[in-house]
């Protein structure tokens, strides 16, 4: 949705969706300049405008300012959504009021303000959200380009009426799935759907898992996958918050997603990483590293009170 801000201003932009790694790796260095706008991506200094809501992905004061001495421009903002930043930065520059109807709940999707009524409805917006992915670039850029050229939201998934009823009936599969593949362990969730091709969001692990559940990890991916390869991911894992409590979440989350990797990094309530190597080098993986991975989180999570607390 930034990029469709963005890509309504400019409509001949190229747009990229890319793994945050692939940014931090310097892997993606050969599309980056003064031209280049990167959104909800980590910081690059090399681009043009910088535009994000993650406090992990936010440049020091002293790395803004020398980007922007070089006319860079940076727009981080402490917003809902990195597409509430877009939409701030260029509505009145724009007409975006085919996006108003919208935005609320692209803000409320990726903060962690979807009830839990409205999650288990699974509304056609909400589907239209768990269809975007980049093991189908294709479908990304119809919607992105649908969005950006001002398509009203009812024909926008009108048109994608049977993908949308098709991941509407596979919702029961994929939840039985997931609640046999999830523990609940000192109040944390984890769900391990490695090698099983299937991906989730925080919504429906805690939404079966319940209020005892104060967030969950969901472990997705091979472990011969790679983040270059979205059809084969890299073995990885996300923490998101139970935003389905009455309690708000007190506990800083992206400290588990960079405890062992340092590419990881995200919100406080919803965040990710990929699987480390035990012994911290730059191997492959082998068996055995996933479960590492986990025992070190948990040992911090433990902690929780005194280390994440914020």
């Known amino acids: 949705m930034a990029a469709a801000v963005l890509k309504a201003s400019k409509p001949d932009i190229e747009v990229h969706f890319a793994h945050p790694a692939l940014i931090r790796a310097g892997s ?3 599309l980056i300049d003064r031209n280049t706008a990167i959104c909800d991506l980590p910081f690059h200094p090399d681009c043009g405008l910088y535009l994000d809501h ?32 877009a939409y701030d930065l260029m509505k009145n520059k724009l007409d975006l009021s085919h996006l108003e109807e919208v935005m609320p709940i692209v803000d409320a999707l990726d903060s962690g303000g979807i009830t839990l009524e409205e999650f288990m ?19 990304l850029q119809e919607v992105l380009n649908q969005f950006a050229s001002g398509m009203p939201l ?35 969730a984890v769900c391990d759907l490695s090698e099983t091709g299937m991906r989730s969001n925080g919504y429906l692990i805690t939404a079966l898992a319940g209020p005892d559940a104060l967030a969950c990890c969901v472990i997705h991916g091979f472990i011969d996958g790679s983040i270059e390869t979205p059809n084969r991911p890299a073995l990885g894992a996300s923490f998101y918050a139970n935003s389905f409590r009455d309690e708000e979440n007190p506990y800083d989350l992206s400290l588990l997603a960079t405890l062992l990797d340092e590419t990881g990094g995200g919100h406080a309530n919803a965040c990710g990483c990929r699987i480390q190597p035990s012994d911290s080098s730059q191997r492959s993986l082998i068996e055995g590293d996933k479960e590492y991975n986990l025992e070190q989180w948990l040992k911090l999570w433990e902690t929780r009170c005194s280390k994440m607390f914020r």
């Open 28 to 30: 993606l260095n050969n």
């Open 54 to 85: 993650h406090l992990t992905n936010r440049p020091s004061p002293s790395e803004q300012k020398i980007f922007e001495e070089r006319g860079g421009i940076c727009h981080w903002r402490d917003t809902p959504s990195a597409a509430r930043a």
């Open 121 to 139: 409805e699974d509304g056609p917006v909400i589907r239209l959200s768990r269809s975007l992915g980049l093991s189908d670039p294709e479908h």
């Open 154 to 188: 009812s024909d926008i998934l009108d048109s994608h009426k049977e993908r949308l009823e098709k991941l509407g009936s596979e919702r029961e599969k994929q939840s039985k799935v997931v609640k046999e593949k999830t523990i609940i362990i000192d109040g944390l």
